[in-house]
């Protein structure tokens, strides 16, 4: 595996591929690798000819009291893991090269970052959109692999690839669970034993809420408290930010969600100083 | 001349000229062509194997009590002078192909915009960004040309590019003038007959403020004031919206000015309801 920092060598690296008409998959990272990144980069892998993989802890789409700093960073394990995924290129930038003196351009996706994680990380998705669509001019790949655990991210960023004519193929991940349900996360690892054990009411509240629509209950408020109740029940040492019921695809909040439309259950909760997040969609078709 | 409205043909013809190893200008116009936009295709002709020019009045440019609704348009004249000037492509897409329903992303760029026209006409940088940034995605243009009469969108879009990691190079281009040194501007058709005597003015105050800085003055608010006070000596039926001087290349406000970086000497007035502006940059090598 090649592994570049710089701008320049990366768009020759890519520049030759383009050259023998090779076709490049992207999973842009912030590192930790876990077996859902390694989902992706088997997915890049199967669909295209070439792999690029990007590992940038981006500091834009972290608030000022947010865990930039503690973000966790293990690089020597991380490249061992791309290196047995056979991923072609690395683009390991630093801050630097990506947002060099003078920087002064934002992009801001409304409408779809305004519910969820929207309200409790102002900026979050604006710093996101910046930063993914910088990769993807420097690397111009064919396919985006984005994971779903990250539901509310990857609308965002589909909803921006559509708005500015971004030349490149979304496509969103399964997300990839622990035998006892717990959406694998970087952010894991900082959960302590008693912690670690009730994390999976988070993914059980939103199955709760999954039946309940399923059953009918198409109210938007009582779906969040039903959810935030059962996560209570079973962690009793987390507390919830949110549980919200939203429109699958729009993220907006309504007071009762339609019947003809794949709903999005999510929730985001916190133990300790330790914030996760996880979500559900429930398609129409199987209501 | 092929014309094309739709963001899949405009695609498809300029992949077959991508896979002949053709080079692709991009000249990017609200219409109404006159000689200024001509020397951009001319150079665009010169410097590449295709030329595609887009006539698209952008309404997320305009204010809400701007004048789009009146801004002049003749496109059987446009059409019959691309055609003369063997522009292989004209790119005509309407509004709703541009920004289809749903649209919600935008794009901002701060320092550049916050000076000469940013503070009279909100938003409006914002607009020509997005909409300079989607092209740039449809096309995906090797250079972009632009007139240096719009300093401070030549200046923006510069920006944007640089700082999105758009892969394209931006040329600006001489401003075109009249004989009298009124510059090219599609808005110039609408001063009446006593306007249009007058309309030099903005010019020659321009021109007075380089004599100024060359002499060595170097404060802001005097350069400034004389320039306004120049114009209204030989204007009497126009209106100052402002002159300033600022450094050109990041048009920041300063109290006074370096004299070891060029300056950018702007003005807007108005005759009317007709808006007017022009610009002078005086490099510090001549001073």
Not at 18 to 34: A, E, I, K, Q
Not at 134 to 154: F, H, S, V
Not at 175 to 192: H, P, Q, W, Y
Not at 238 to 251: H, I, Q, T
Request: aromatic share 6%.
């Amino acid at each position: 595996m090649r592994t570049v920092t710089q701008a320049g060598p990366l768009r020759a690296a890519i520049k030759g591929w383009r050259n023998r008409g090779l076709t490049v998959g992207f999973v842009p990272t912030m590192g930790y690798l876990h077996e859902g990144h390694l989902s992706l980069i088997r997915r890049s892998r199967a669909e295209h000819d070439r792999t690029v993989v990007s590992i940038f802890v981006n500091p834009t789409q972290f608030g000022p009291r947010e865990d930039l700093s503690t973000y966790p960073r293990d690089l020597d394990r991380d490249l061992a893991l791309l290196t047995r995924q056979k991923t072609d290129l690395l683009y390991l930038p630093d801050a630097g090269d990506v947002y060099p003196e003078g920087h002064s351009t934002s992009v801001s996706v409304r409408g779809v970052t305004e519910s969820l994680c929207g309200p409790s990380r102002p900026g979050h998705f604006d710093g996101v959109a910046l930063v993914v669509l910088k990769l993807l001019n420097r690397i111009a790949p064919d396919t985006l692999y984005l994971g779903l655990k990250d539901y509310q991210q990857y609308r965002t960023l589909e909803r921006m690839v559509r708005d500015l004519d971004v030349p490149v193929r979304v496509v969103g991940c399964p997300t990839v669970r622990e035998k006892d349900g717990l959406a694998m996360s970087s952010r894991n690892i900082r959960l302590d034993a008693a912690q670690r054990r009730q994390a999976p009411a988070l993914r059980l509240a939103l199955l709760r809420g999954r039946d309940l629509v399923r059953s009918g209950v198409l109210s938007a408020a009582r779906l969040s408290s039903e959810m935030s109740r059962a996560f209570r029940r079973s962690a009793p040492g987390g507390r919830v930010e949110y549980f919200e019921a939203v429109g699958a695809e729009r993220l907006e909040r309504v007071v009762r969600l339609s019947p003809e439309e794949p709903v999005c259950l999510a929730g985001a909760v916190r133990f300790g100083r330790t914030r996760l997040i996880d979500n559900e969609i429930v398609p129409a078709r199987r209501r």
